[in-house]
């Protein structure tokens, strides 16, 4: 046992903490279908810097989003993927260059605050209408991608923009499924280039896949139809309260 904790080079308390983290994060996952990131980063920063962090959730991410692809991506606006990919792969690589050089409790709190307020905003269903447009499309992608790199949180701002636009569920759907899929291939390639994906990384991630798939699958087996209205501000709700406390934490 000593030896897996070597190889991660994390404690046992810190193990068990992040196994337990990623645990929960995947059961939100399983209700609300989103917030994986988001939940596992607003506790785990109090562990380890987002430097550290980001590319371990690369690994959970990357599960969820091939979970997403068993709908397929047949009737996606590839126009769209295409731009928010393109977009995504010049702010990660903005993003992550920023979290490698920052301070990591100055970085730990810029991903707080970037998490809080991007959580408000949802709650507070706001509509951007000038991101309904090829340009805002772009920009989308743009800061998607920034956010990724300081918080691996994109997919929150994605979000917005699924607010913005008027599209068909099925076809928004397949979309995302498309963006996600390519954009965390980019992904990958700008932690490689930062070498911020590394052997100790990559284990790390392979180790808190497991308690966050299990979570999941939990999460979806408890999940009640009738109270799905109320996950996801339950959840957003959560986030803002997680995220204050860690932040307040981290100042303190």
């Not at 998490?115 to 269903?125: D, F, P």
């Not at 068909?168 to 390519?182: D, N």
Request: glycine fraction near 10%; proline fraction near 4%.
């Amino acid at each position: 046992m000593d030896n897996l904790w070597s190889l991660l080079s994390l404690t046992l308390a810190q193990g068990i903490a992040l196994s337990a983290i990623f645990f929960a994060a995947g059961l939100v996952k399983g209700f609300t279908g989103f917030a994986l990131s988001a939940f596992s980063l607003a506790l785990a920063v109090l562990i380890l810097p987002p430097v550290e962090l980001l590319p371990m959730m690369w690994w959970p991410e990357l599960g969820a989003s091939l979970l997403m692809m068993r709908g397929g991506w047949d009737g996606a606006n590839i126009k769209v993927a295409a731009i928010l990919t393109l977009g995504s792969m010049t702010g990660v690589f903005v993003g992550l260059g920023l979290t490698t050089r920052l301070d990591p409790k100055l970085s730990a709190q810029i991903a707080l605050v970037i998490l809080i307020t991007l959580a408000i905003l949802q709650l507070a269903k706001v509509r951007l209408r000038a991101l309904d447009s090829t340009t805002g499309t772009g920009a989308t992608g743009v800061v998607a991608g920034i956010v990724t790199g300081l918080a691996g949180v994109g997919g929150m701002v994605v979000a917005l923009y699924i607010l913005a636009r008027e599209m068909e569920p099925k076809v928004m759907r397949a979309t995302l499924v498309t963006f996600l899929f390519f954009g965390s291939f980019t992904s990958f390639l700008t932690h490689l280039y930062y070498g911020t994906m590394n052997s100790t990384s990559a284990t790390r991630g392979i180790f808190i896949l497991i308690p966050c798939l299990l979570g999941v699958f939990l999460g979806q087996k408890l999940f009640t139809p009738k109270l799905q209205p109320y996950y996801r501000s339950v959840c957003l709700t959560l986030l803002i309260g997680l995220g204050a406390l860690s932040l307040l934490r981290s100042i303190i």
